[in-house]
């Protein structure tokens, strides 16, 4: 049977979009994808299902933009906003739910009840490629920069390459797109948990530390095996790519058998590793290595990057020495807000780290500062952050503190100890200013890497970085 649904938000009463105008009624029939979420990813899937010939109706629980509105109208799409109705349940054969939204949202248990399979976006778009075209990145922390680097030395040999996923368009898009033959893919744990039938020939995951617990029952194991999953479905000729220095890592390849043929390893504790670095230089398989000490990015964490993304490339078939690819990764000068070297005022270096949203981004860019020298850029939205955890490095690399936050008083409790200069800014601006009141030194860094979310005084992360960049520039 047919069901009928309004191009906008179902209303028996009246069928009137935004501009006060009539809309028509839209008849589906047969059985459709619904689509949750009316951002990048789901309006993408929205899209390829209907090249694809398959009938889809998508539902958000906010307001859809004007102009993605316009979009759906003129691709015959229907749609909903402002609440989840969906009439068309019973219609339904199959869910493509946002990452965004949470396992526990009334919409999801609602359809899990009505016993429909729900997916992701990367799981749909994937049914139209082959596991040869995916390279698959995932880890609590440095994702998109080595995302970057992966696409980045994969194009620079050559290879019709393109980052997607988490960072910048969604596979979805992409697939679509059609201009490209390998997909390097950024891959969140929210994603990965509604992946079940995708198979990637190579998948590397990073790192792990405490993030987004609230979605996954405040357990850090349960966190940690949704990451595992970028592993699933790996068998004969498959790579899997793990960081050997990681703990956590290592009991989970314990407890949790790895299926892909290669295993491949980096380290910078462990010379045996398959990739290996020792402090100055980089040590990759065939005896390729690279001096490290004369490339842009700084930090053991981005050799970790660097590593992780030359194993990618030799397990894909392309030398890590290839001339072009080293040339790529030693002039690269890291990703906008991910310890992003902006440049040099009166000798003092900004680097704008706004993605250090939790406790181990932020140690990993300290890691890399020099010690006693950084004026560093802390707080936010607090995530439930035990600050001893940095309380060491702090007291080595930082010459003052900058609050840039409305609640300091956890700030204080964790930092006064170590009697540096600190002031509290509540705007970008604000900081700025307290930052020339310091005694600055050639030689000194500013680092924003606040370990907290930004929504006290912005309006996300990339709000934030966008500010301290623009008040950097003003200083000239």
């Known amino acids: 049977m047919s069901k009928e649904f309004f191009i906008n938000r179902p209303n028996p009463e009246a069928a009137i979009d935004e501009r006060g105008e009539q809309i028509p009624l839209i008849k589906i029939v047969g059985r459709e994808i619904v689509i949750l979420g009316g951002g990048e990813s789901g309006v993408s899937?929205?899209?390829?299902?209907?090249?694809?010939?398959?009938?889809?109706?998508?539902?958000?629980?906010?307001?859809?933009?004007?102009?993605?509105?316009?979009?759906?109208?003129?691709?015959?799409?229907?749609?909903?906003?402002?609440?989840?109705?969906?009439?068309?349940?019973?219609?339904?054969?199959?869910?493509?739910?946002?990452?965004?939204?949470?396992?526990t949202a009334p919409v999801i248990v609602q359809c899990e009840e009505q016993g429909l399979p729900i997916i992701s976006e990367i799981e749909f778009a994937a049914r139209y490629l082959r596991p040869e075209q995916f390279i698959g990145i995932t880890g609590s922390n440095g994702k998109t920069t080595t995302t970057t680097l992966v696409d980045m030395g994969l194009r620079a040999a050559g290879v019709h390459s393109t980052a997607c996923g988490n960072i910048g368009a969604s596979l979805a898009r992409k697939v679509l797109d059609g201009d490209a033959d390998?997909?390097?893919?950024?891959?969140?744990?929210?994603?990965l948990d509604r992946m079940y039938d995708t198979h990637l020939r190579i998948a590397m995951l990073l790192n792990l530390s405490p993030d987004h617990l609230d979605r996954y029952d405040h357990k850090y194991e349960n966190?940690?095996?949704?990451?595992?999953?970028?592993?699933?479905?790996?068998?004969?000729?498959?790579?899997?790519?793990?960081?050997?220095?990681?703990?956590?890592?290592?009991?989970?390849k314990r407890e949790h058998s790895l299926t892909a043929e290669h295993i491949l390893t980096f380290s910078c504790r462990d010379s045996r590793a398959t990739a290996y670095f020792d402090g100055k230089t980089i040590h990759l398989p065939g005896g390729v290595t690279y001096d490290f000490s004369s490339f842009r990015l700084r930090g053991?964490?981005?050799?970790?990057?660097?590593?992780?993304?030359?194993?990618?490339?030799?397990?894909y078939g392309i030398a890590p020495d290839h001339p072009e690819v080293v040339?790529?990764?030693?002039?690269?000068?890291?990703?906008?807000?991910?310890?992003?070297?902006?440049g040099e005022w009166?000798?003092?270096?900004?680097?704008?780290?706004?993605?250090?949203?939790?406790?181990?981004?932020?140690?990993?860019?300290?890691?890399?500062?020099?010690?006693?020298?950084?004026?560093?850029?802390?707080?936010?939205?607090?995530?439930?952050?035990?600050?001893?955890?940095?309380?060491?490095?702090?007291?080595?690399?930082?010459?003052?503190?900058?609050?840039?936050?409305?609640?300091?008083?956890?700030?204080h409790k964790s930092?006064?100890?170590?009697?540096?200069?600190?002031?509290?800014?509540?705007?970008?601006?604000?900081?700025?200013?307290?930052?020339?009141?310091?005694?600055?030194?050639?030689g000194d860094v500013v680092l924003l890497s606040p370990a907290c979310a930004s929504f006290d005084l912005f309006n996300n992360y990339e709000d934030r970085g966008d500010q301290f960049v623009q008040a950097f520039e003003q200083l000239h």
Request: hydrophobic content about 40%; glycine content about 8%; charged content about 20%.
């Open 45 to 103: 899937a929205a899209l390829l299902a209907k090249k694809k010939g398959i009938a889809s109706f998508l539902s958000d629980n906010g307001r859809i933009k004007p102009e993605t509105k316009a979009l759906l109208r003129s691709e015959g799409i229907p749609y909903e906003d402002g609440g989840h109705i969906l009439s068309n349940l019973n219609q339904a054969c199959e869910v493509i739910k946002s990452p965004g939204i949470p396992d």
């Open 223 to 252: 966190y940690a095996l949704a990451k595992w999953r970028i592993f699933q479905n790996q068998g004969a000729g498959d790579y899997a790519i793990l960081n050997a220095d990681d703990q956590y890592l290592c009991q989970l």
């Open 300 to 315: 053991e964490h981005n050799a970790q990057n660097v590593m992780a993304a030359a194993l990618a490339l030799h397990a």
């Open 415 to 442: 930092f006064d100890n170590l009697q540096l200069p600190t002031s509290t800014a509540h705007s970008m601006a604000e900081a700025f200013q307290q930052i020339q009141a310091l005694d600055l030194h050639e």
């Open 346 to 411: 009166h000798g003092v270096t900004f680097v704008n780290d706004s993605k250090g949203t939790n406790l181990d981004a932020t140690a990993h860019a300290l890691s890399a500062m020099p010690d006693g020298r950084t004026i560093l850029f802390l707080g936010g939205t607090d995530k439930g952050n035990d600050y001893s955890e940095i309380y060491d490095l702090v007291k080595a690399k930082a010459k003052a503190l900058i609050f840039l936050t409305l609640d300091t008083d956890k700030l």
């Open 182 to 191: 390998t997909f390097a893919m950024e891959l969140s744990s929210f994603q």
């Open 327 to 342: 040339k790529a990764f030693s002039t690269f000068g890291g990703v906008r807000h991910r310890t992003q070297i902006l």
